[in-house]
T-cell receptor, first 116, second 110 residues
Framework: SQTIHQWPATLVQPVGSPLSLECTVE??????LYWYRQAAGRGLQLLFY??????ISSEVPQNLSASRPQDRQFILSSKKLLLSDSGFYLC???????????????FGDGTRLSIL | GQQVMQIPQYQHVQEGEDFTTYCNSS?????IQWYKQRPGGHPVFLIQ?????EVKKQKRLTFQFGEAKKNSSLHITATQTTDVGTYFC??????????FGTGTRLKVLA
């Protein structure tokens, strides 16, 4: 069966510090990968998605970046965090290949990021 | 850009009462998915609707896709405390992307 791992679960960082959040998927090949951010009590904002190694699509202009160095690894980074970067960061995967447009997304447990 | 709105934003119901959340898109959707997020948890996929006018049921949950494929609803019959959480719809935008709705937070009072 497929599993998705995200870490860390919680993170407290000072303003201006760098960030690296990692997400890995097991049990499937060439998944579509997604990073979302959820502000407290709000909806999900799509930040990045990737359909293959090295292929990153950015949805929202910001000081965040994403990379996919391996097939099942997705990394969210920042060189300098802002207060507004606080939130709940969720990684998700979906199947690629046949009927790719109708696949559900499977979410990780998320990282709660607080910027001080 | 494409927007997906949900109403109501919050709903408090007594256990045993029914609950409905509505999802409206600014554009026609190819399909729509519904997710549930428990407090402190991550969204979990519930169901997908693809055809115009489609209705699907999962026990006490009934999902409907509008004829024009621009709106959808989720109805829960006789709510239970286990139904607590936030319900999101997500409409497909392009091949790989889904735009999530604003969510409806449900509280069930025992």
């Amino acid at each position: 069966s497929q599993t998705i791992h995200q870490w860390p679960a919680t993170l407290v960082q000072p303003v201006g510090s760098p960030l690296s959040l990692e997400c890995t998927v097991e049990g499937t090949s060439n998944p579509n990968l997604y990073w979302y951010r959820q502000a407290a009590g709000r909806g999900l904002q799509l930040l990045f998605y990737s359909v293959g190694i090295g292929q990153i699509s950015s949805e929202v202009p910001q000081n965040l970046s994403a990379s996919r160095p391996q097939d099942r690894q997705f990394i969210l980074s920042s060189k300098k965090l802002l207060l507004s970067d606080s939130g709940f960061y969720l990684c998700a995967w979906s199947r690629s290949g046949f009927d790719v447009s109708n696949q559900p997304q499977h979410f990780g447990d998320g990282t709660r990021l607080s910027i001080l | 850009g494409q927007q997906v709105m949900q109403i109501p934003q919050y709903q408090h119901v007594q256990e045993g009462e029914d609950f409905t959340t509505y999802c409206n898109s600014s554009t026609t959707l190819s399909n729509i998915q519904w997710y549930k997020q428990r407090p402190g948890g991550h969204p979990v996929f519930l169901i997908q609707l693809v055809k115009s006018g489609e209705v699907k049921k999962q026990k006490r949950l009934t999902f409907q896709f509008g004829e024009a494929k621009k709106n959808s609803s989720l109805h829960i019959t006789a709510t239970q405390t286990t139904d607590v959480g936030t319900y999101f719809c997500a409409g497909r935008s392009g091949t790989y992307k889904y735009i999530f709705g604003t969510g409806t937070r449900l509280k069930v009072l025992a």
